[in-house]
């Protein structure tokens, strides 16, 4: 950030970095009144689907469309965590739709994601991550093995995907193989909550704990093996740039 200001001192290229100035300010802004205004009531209105259900149900048919938008809104900006989101839609649209309306949210959050970085760059990912998580992520510079080990994180319930796909932008990987690969990864993680918000719309209790629990079990398993993966790439990074 020091280097960004100290640039601006600088008169080359002023007309571009004043559009990056406003644009980076005009994002920050818009998403700190939504926060503010609405951060809390989402928060929870989601949490609760029974109620999240009778607040849909007064958009009758656009109901879905506007699901989608707080799914994509909750991709770009964390003020909700995903699995609330995703029982909950479970809960009022039933698995297989639930599963549906959820990944096309999170396509459109993700491509709004990768469109704001293209357009501004580093500076807007700052915005979003702080830089000590940033510096966490130094295995996404090991671009040989970059496929595989995105499918393992997206595959793995409890990682920081979003905050993946906001830097996956600077790096040599296609967005369409991006797409596909994290798409795929997500499905297992995505059903299994739509499954547990579909069991708790009809009452199955027993169901929807036994969905909870193995799901539960599953992402502490997978935060720990997420932990030691990043853990070998970043030592396997730090000896490849000692050699270099």
Known sequence: MTDFIKSLKSKENLASKIIVITGVLAVIITFAVIYTIYGKELWELVSDPVEFREWLSKYKNKGEIIFVAIRAFQTVIKIIPAEPLEIGAGYIFGTWWGFLWCMLGTGIGSIVIV???KLFGYKI???????EKI???TFLKN???LGVTLFIIYLIPGTPKDIITYLIGFTPMKMWVFFLITGIARIPAIIT???CGAALGVKNWTAAIIIYAVTLVFSIIGFIVYKRMKGNLSEQNEIEDKVD
């Open 115 to 117: 469109i704001l970085t």
């Open 125 to 131: 990912v700052q915005v979003f991550i702080s830089k």
């Open 135 to 137: 510096e966490s992520l």
């Open 143 to 145: 671009t040989k093995k």
């Open 193 to 195: 909550s739509t499954m």
